[in-house]
């Protein structure tokens, strides 16, 4: 009997685990598009290297290409082919699609928040 409710307790409790690491960094917690000027973009990391972009989102453009009235957009890129094609992007407006996540996992990127599609705003 004691046998039995341990089993089931050490059952209950890993399922409990499994369920919250999914809801913690896998489950998305919102999503959508920013726009904004990619300002950095870079490859980076001591042991596992990651995409780390940095936008600036404006709310008010110049006529000169500089952003007023900004706030910074971090984010991180573990889709391949968004990566190469923000890596020759920098100085240019550009419209992302995101996912945000409830935390990181060091070796996916720096942020909660993960791009994998965008594309240049005219």
Same mark, same amino acid.
């Given at each position: +009997?004691?046998?039995?409710?341990?089993?089931? #307790?050490?059952?209950?409790?890993? &399922?409990?685990?499994?369920? $919250?690491?999914?809801?913690?960094?896998?489950?998305?917690? %919102? *999503?959508?598009?920013?726009? #904004? &000027?990619?300002?950095?973009? %870079?490859?980076?990391?001591? =042991? $596992?290297?990651?995409?780390?972009?940095? +936008?600036?989102?404006?709310?008010? @453009?110049?006529?000169?290409?500089? /952003?007023?009235?900004? *706030?910074?957009? +971090?984010?991180?890129?573990?889709? @391949?082919? /968004?990566?190469?094609?923000? %890596?020759? &992007? *920098?100085?240019?407006?550009?419209?992302?699609?995101?996912? *945000?996540?409830?935390?990181?996992?060091?070796? @996916?990127?720096?942020?909660?928040?993960? =791009?994998?599609? =965008?594309?240049?705003?005219?």
């Amino acid at each position: +009997m004691i046998k039995k409710i341990y089993t089931w #307790g050490i059952i209950i409790l890993l &399922l409990f685990f499994a369920v $919250f690491i999914y809801w913690k960094y896998f489950f998305t917690y %919102s *999503e959508g598009n920013r726009a #904004g &000027l990619l300002q950095k973009f %870079s490859k980076r990391g001591q =042991v $596992f290297k990651t995409w780390e972009g940095e +936008m600036i989102l404006s709310s008010v @453009r110049s006529s000169q290409n500089v /952003a007023l009235a900004s *706030e910074k957009f +971090m984010f991180s890129v573990t889709d @391949r082919a /968004a990566a190469e094609k923000l %890596s020759h &992007l *920098e100085g240019s407006y550009v419209t992302v699609h995101y996912s *945000e996540k409830n935390g990181k996992l060091f070796w @996916r990127g720096d942020t909660e928040y993960f =791009v994998d599609s =965008v594309t240049v705003v005219k």
